[in-house]
């Protein structure tokens, strides 16, 4: 059965101070790992796909970066609009995303 | 932006009853998808569906679970006999192939009572 797993469960920091959350998976031939933004009240929100170890993905203040056992959402100088969930999903052969807990992040001014 | 989009935002029913969540998948899309959130829980696959069929489901969805798509756009998860346990927010999502990134809608925050 594929499982995903995402740590901190909770983070909260403060404006400026970067950090990483983790995302660690076991899916059988991964096809896709995702990570998405999800506000309160709201659905995912797509920010990137990793499809091998090693590839890394940057949008803004994050970078994605992808390993054979695990994803990284690095988060550099944050915002307190970069408070969100961050949500981690992999695609295996079941061609079904399997989505983690989250990791809810809170940046404080 | 082209979105997918979800009716209604919020349904209250009584335990027992027949309710039916609506859906606007994205019109290029040819992957439907239904997942559900429980408050303070994961997001959990419901079911996809592709090329008017079922192509995957879950054990979440039983026997009381059907989808459909009754015309060219709309896409509809309904609940034969809604139970407590069923009360989540249902996310409706599309994607353009099967392996690739999701479009989710706002959902429908449903309250069994």
């Known amino acids: 059965e594929d499982q995903v797993t995402q740590s901190p469960e909770a983070l909260r920091l403060q404006e400026g101070e970067s950090s990483s959350l983790n995302c660690s998976y076991t899916?059988?031939?991964?096809?896709?790992l995702f990570w998405y933004r999800q506000d309160p009240g709201k659905g995912p929100e797509f920010l990137f796909t990793l499809y091998s170890a090693g590839e890394e993905k940057e949008k803004e203040r994050l970078k994605a970066t992808l390993t054979k056992k695990e994803s990284f959402l690095h988060i550099t100088a944050p915002k307190p609009e970069d408070s969100a969930t961050y949500l981690c999903a992999a695609l295996g052969g079941s061609y079904i995303p399997t989505f983690g807990r989250g990791t809810s992040l809170i940046v404080h001014p | 932006e082209p979105e997918v989009t979800q009716t209604p935002s919020h349904q209250v029913t009584q335990m027992g009853q027949e309710v039916i969540l609506r859906c606007v998948p994205i019109?290029?899309?040819?992957?439907f998808y239904w997942y559900r959130q429980i408050l303070g829980q994961k997001v959990e696959f419901l079911v996809s569906f592709y090329n008017n069929e079922i192509s995957e489901k879950s054990e979440i969805f039983d026997d009381q679970f059907s989808v459909e798509r009754p015309d060219g756009s709309n896409f509809t998860l309904k609940i034969r006999s809604t139970k407590l346990e069923d009360s989540a927010m249902y996310f409706c999502a599309s994607s353009v192939l099967g392996n690739e990134k999701l479009f989710f809608g706002s959902g429908t925050q449903l309250s069994v009572l």
């Open positions: 899916v059988s031939g991964l096809r896709g």
């Open positions: 019109s290029n899309h040819l992957y």
